[in-house]
């Protein structure tokens, strides 16, 4: 009759084991100072234990009525044990300022109510109610700072859908979300990156909460006009701060104020030609964020936009190419602004085979260029390059004659498993 009742139990070790040398070498601007060095390494092995178990219970009442619930538990304890050498001498000689030893304990406890039914011929309405408990422990080892949290949510769901006539619907919805900031980010001690550079995490850190509202037209299942506005509450954002006297700069994790975001989105397919379907994506957003910075309340705001072009060509020899190009116009994220960037991927399959090609970012022109200029003499300029460009070589196989299986009839992901990375 359409009733069901699953259950999953997930466990996750992961056991990192990294070590690094660091090199630095110091000139004088006058001839009377020798060159000087300094050599460093580091050991810095981390784990966590992720334990997640769930119940989801379903009870349909008629084709367009259904009743939705469950329960969820998840435990999360983590081990971070950083330790910082001294290595100009045949002995390595433990740096008691920059090792840190810090352990991270969470328990988070969720229970979720939905309902969905149709209301009358043109609506049909899904509301949900979720309530998280988090209560959480991290402690320094090195300082033996404590820290502890306990906070209850809820988090309210609307959607509504309304089909006008065969070929247009309207969806409306709304929802507040959390983002719990990771892991890492909860260690207070300062993490070295380089002799002018520090990176601190913040144990104080709140989760970031969104209140997300949307208004989606789609016309014959293919146009869309997506309008939407989000209100974020305790951003969480990197911040740089400067020592003058030291000239070092410390990038710490912080909330900001908040944050608003209005943008419409445009999804627009066009045929160019019987073989050459395009799928096309344009997005005009206005993003806002106002943080205090001392004392003086700092607004950094843009216009966005975005141009997203993907092409499927059919070729000869039953071969098929995709094409995805992509143009981000300036844009803003805390604190920092950030220059336009464009890049273009490429794909090749042959279907007869599923054999697949990708080469991605070809022109190497994903480039992130970000500034931010806080206060008189704070400047912090970033260029970088994180190896976007790649090509890759995939080749499938089905074993199975049986009965198809669907892997999506199922959702593990763990959100506990996103947050272990830095």
Not at 142 to 165: A, H, I
Not at 237 to 257: M, W
């Amino acid at each position: 009759m359409g009733t069901t009742l699953s259950a999953d139990l997930d466990y996750v070790r992961i056991k990192n084991r990294g070590e690094a040398n660091f090199y630095n070498y110091y000139d004088s601007l006058t001839t009377d100072n020798p060159i000087l060095q300094d050599f460093l390494y580091t050991e810095t092995p981390n784990g966590f234990n992720i334990y997640s178990a769930k119940i989801d219970f379903t009870r349909a009442f008629s084709k367009s009525r259904k009743l939705e619930l469950g329960a969820k538990a998840s435990q999360v304890a983590s081990d971070n044990d950083s330790r910082f050498y001294f290595n100009n001498s045949e002995v390595p000689v433990l740096d008691q300022r920059r090792t840190n030893h810090f352990v991270y304990d969470e328990n988070i406890f969720a229970a979720y109510i939905n309902w969905s039914s149709k209301v009358g011929d043109k609506f049909s309405v899904q509301a949900g109610l979720r309530a998280e408990q988090t209560i959480s422990e991290g402690e320094s080892k090195t300082t033996g700072q404590v820290t502890k949290r306990n906070y209850l949510d809820l988090f309210p769901s609307l959607f509504v859908k309304q089909s006008v006539s065969e070929d247009y619907e309207i969806n409306y919805s709304y929802s507040r979300r959390i983002q719990r900031p990771n892991y890492g980010f909860l260690n207070p001690f300062l993490s070295y990156r380089d002799p002018y550079t520090y990176w601190q995490g913040n144990p104080y850190l709140r989760p970031q909460y969104t209140h997300a509202f949307g208004i989606v037209q789609t016309y014959k299942k293919n146009y869309s006009l997506n309008l939407s506005y989000q209100l974020n509450q305790d951003v969480i954002a990197e911040l740089p701060a400067i020592d003058p006297e030291s000239a070092t700069t410390i990038y710490t994790i912080g909330n900001v104020d908040d944050s608003q975001n209005l943008s419409l989105t445009a999804v627009v397919p066009v045929k160019i030609m019987k073989n050459w379907d395009t799928n096309n994506t344009l997005i005009v957003s206005y993003n806002e964020y106002s943080t205090m910075v001392d004392q003086q309340l700092i607004v950094n705001d843009q216009v966005f936009y975005m141009l997203q072009s993907n092409h499927n060509i059919i070729l000869p020899l039953d071969l098929k190419m995709e094409v995805n190009g992509v143009y981000q116009g300036p844009g803003v994220y805390a604190l920092y602004k950030v220059d336009p960037r464009w890049w273009v991927n490429v794909g090749l399959k042959k279907s007869f085979l599923d054999v697949s090609l990708n080469a991605n970012d070809i022109f190497k022109s994903q480039r992130l260029i970000i500034a931010a200029n806080v206060g008189e003499g704070n400047v912090n300029d970033f260029n970088q390059y994180f190896r976007n460009r790649n090509v890759g070589l995939t080749l499938r196989y089905n074993f199975s004659k049986g009965e198809k299986f669907d892997p999506k009839r199922r959702n593990n992901s763990l959100e506990e498993l996103n947050r272990a990375g830095n």
